[in-house]
C-alpha cells in the first residue's frame, strides 16, 4: 500500500481480556517495527523483525507480549490478560531495509484503553 | 545504551518567528543517524529531516534546519517563519547500524498567532 496501515485505530478493552494488533507495512519494506507510546511519553521500542530473520524481541515488557510477522507482510502485536498500564497507543513502522541512514514510515497507530 | 535527551518538554513560539528545539544525545559511536519527527495530534509521526553524522555540513529542508554539534552531541532544529500548522509534538531521534531508532521524551511546540 501507499502507507503503513494499522487497526483497529482505537480498542476498549476489559482488562485480562487479550488483544490483537494488526500493521500492513508499505509493500517491499523489509524491516518492521513496534513501539509503544504512553500518554505525553516518548516512544519505547518493543520489537522488530527483518524479513526472514529471528525478530529482535528485547524491547518487550512481559511474556503478555508477543508479535508475528510473515515475511515481508503483515504483523500481529498480541497483548495478552491485558492490564491498564498496557493502556497506550502502539505505533507501527516499516523500513526499506535496516542500515541506519532510513527513517522509518510510521502509520497512525492503535490507541488502547484498558478498563 | 545510546539515550536521547530532549529538556524542553515545551515550547511556544509566536507565529512568523524562528524556534529552536534542543536535542543532546549519547553514545560510543562514530557512525549514526539522527532524525527529528514531527508528530500532530493525528498520531501519525513525519519525518521532517535527517542528517548523517559523518557530514559536517548541517541539514536544511525548506523551513527546517538543524545545528549538528559531533563533538558536543547536540542535534537542535530551528524552524524559522513558523505557521500555525508547525503545532505539533516534536520528537528527536538517533540511530547506528541495524539498530532501531531511539526517541527522545519530545517537545510540545505551541504556534501562537
Known amino acids: 500500500g501507499a502507507g503503513v496501515s494499522q487497526s483497529p485505530s482505537n480498542k476498549v478493552t476489559e482488562k485480562g481480556k487479550d488483544v490483537e494488533l494488526r500493521c500492513d507495512p508499505i509493500s517491499g519494506h523489509t524491516a518492521l517495527y513496534w513501539y509503544r507510546q504512553r500518554l505525553g511519553q516518548g516512544l519505547e521500542f518493543l520489537i522488530y523483525?527483518?524479513?526472514?530473520?529471528?525478530?529482535?524481541k528485547s524491547g518487550l515488557p512481559s511474556d503478555r507480549f508477543s508479535a508475528e510477522r510473515t515475511g515481508e507482510s503483515v504483523s500481529t502485536l498480541t497483548i495478552q490478560r491485558t492490564q491498564q498500564e498496557d493502556s497506550a497507543v502502539y505505533l507501527c513502522?516499516?523500513?526499506?531495509?535496516?542500515?541506519?541512514?532510513?527513517?522509518?514510515?510510521f502509520g497512525s497507530g492503535t490507541r488502547l484503553t484498558v478498563v | 545504551a545510546q539515550t536521547v535527551t530532549q529538556s524542553q518538554p515545551e515550547m511556544s513560539v509566536q507565529e512568523a518567528e524562528t524556534v529552536t528545539l534542543s536535542c543532546t544525545y549519547d553514545?560510543?559511536?562514530?557512525?549514526?543517524?539522527l532524525f527529528w519527527y514531527k508528530q500532530p495530534p493525528s498520531r501519525q509521526m513525519i519525518l521532517v529531516i535527517r542528517?548523517?553524522?559523518?557530514?559536517?555540513q548541517n541539514a536544511t529542508e525548506n523551513r527546517f534546519s538543524v545545528n549538528f554539534q559531533k563533538a558536543a552531541k547536540s542535534f537542535s532544529l530551528k524552524i524559522s517563519d513558523s505557521q500555525l500548522g508547525d503545532a505539533a509534538m516534536y520528537f528527536c531521534?538517533?540511530?547506528?547500524?541495524?539498530?532501531?531508532?531511539?526517541f527522545g521524551k519530545g517537545t510540545r511546540l505551541s504556534v501562537i498567532a
Open positions: 531521534a538517533y540511530r547506528t547500524g541495524n539498530t532501531p531508532l531511539v
Open positions: 542528517q548523517e553524522a559523518y557530514k559536517q
Open positions: 513502522a516499516s523500513s526499506s531495509n535496516l542500515e541506519g541512514r532510513n527513517g522509518y514510515t
Open positions: 553514545t560510543s559511536e562514530s557512525d549514526y543517524y
Open positions: 523483525f527483518q524479513g526472514n530473520s529471528a525478530p529482535d
